[in-house]
């Protein structure tokens, strides 16, 4: 049996909602069918004051062994690296952290804002919130670029917001089942099996990105939402398209573009006014291209594309 701690620090919840709704397997499933014992989760977690305490206590000193240290939300350090703004328990946050992550077999971090600071670290970054092992792209974070759990795994980065509730209850499975060494991470410590393809694989408007047939309104059932209303689709490394929310959907396939959730870098653009939904263009060229198109390229393929474009590209073939 694995035993699994899921703390929270600056955080909205939406993680633990995601987790919550986990079909394959379920959070049940988890406890019942692959032996994790969940010690404590905010939303679920029995213990309550100088309970938790002890609890903690044990963990941090040895008498429990922590196998799965699973943190949701930034790493809060202000005022001025004190953490005072996020106490838990008796004592900041963020120190919590530090001494569970010592001793933790394995180190788990779910969500934007755990992996490497979310929109909390957005610029001026007033809580001095910082991922666990990234601050957006910089590595190190809040344990340091060389931190390793006991089991020699720097920290599991599950990003996305929210993330998919599978992606995070099939890691945890690899891990309580003894399979977290057969793990492979990618540069920022995503599962390779997650985030190797990109949320444009298996998007169901792929034929109206290869003949540059652009939507111009949100919900619309044909057209490509790359070309005006800033899909990240084509540079965002997620298998959205592929393993479905709810079974059912996913953000392009309900006439959304995709924000890039699952990147460092989100939100893009700090946020600022005119750049969300909105694909940002130099004479006509999008400033952020789909990984490995140079701009060159780019507009000969565009072009080539919209002169050979089919009549039916531009009609609306989903009649159901």
Request: proline fraction near 7%; glycine fraction near 10%; charge should be neutral.
């Amino acid at each position: 049996m694995a035993n699994l701690l899921w703390l929270q620090g600056g955080a909205c919840s939406g993680n633990t909602m995601s987790f919550l709704n986990a079909e394959e397997p379920s959070a049940c499933d988890l406890v019942t069918d692959f032996g994790v014992n969940v010690l404590w989760h905010p939303s679920l977690g029995m213990e309550l004051g100088d309970n938790l305490k002890k609890l903690l206590r044990a963990l941090t000193s040895g008498e429990i062994a922590l196998d799965i240290f699973v943190f949701e939300g930034t790493v809060v350090n202000a005022p001025d690296g004190t953490g005072e703004w996020n106490r838990f328990a008796g004592r900041p946050m963020k120190d919590w952290v530090a001494d569970l992550a010592k001793v933790a077999s394995f180190t788990v971090a779910i969500g934007d804002c755990a992996t490497w600071g979310g929109i909390p670290a957005t610029a001026p970054n007033p809580s001095e919130s910082q991922g666990l092992q990234f601050l957006k792209r910089a590595h190190g974070g809040f344990l340091g670029k060389d931190y390793k759990s006991k089991a020699g795994l720097p920290v599991i980065n599950i990003p996305g917001c929210p993330a998919h509730p599978d992606w995070i209850t099939q890691i945890v499975v690899a891990v309580a089942t003894g399979r977290g060494g057969d793990l492979t991470l990618d540069e920022f410590q995503r599962p390779k099996t997650f985030f190797t393809s990109f949320t444009q694989t298996g998007c169901t408007r792929n034929m109206h990105f290869a003949y540059k047939v652009s939507a111009t309104e949100f919900g619309q059932r044909k057209g490509c939402l790359f070309y005006d209303l800033g899909c990240r689709g084509p540079m965002t490394h997620s298998p959205c398209n592929r393993i479905l929310w709810n079974r059912q959907s996913s953000k392009t396939r309900a006439g959304m573009p995709c924000l890039g959730c699952t990147e460092p870098e989100f939100p893009f653009s700090e946020l600022a006014p005119g750049t969300v939904f909105k694909t940002q263009t130099v004479m006509g060229v999008p400033k952020d291209m789909p990984s490995g198109v140079d701009k060159t390229g780019y507009v000969k393929l565009t072009a080539a594309a919209k002169a050979a474009s089919p009549r039916w590209a531009e009609e609306d073939i989903f009649v159901v």
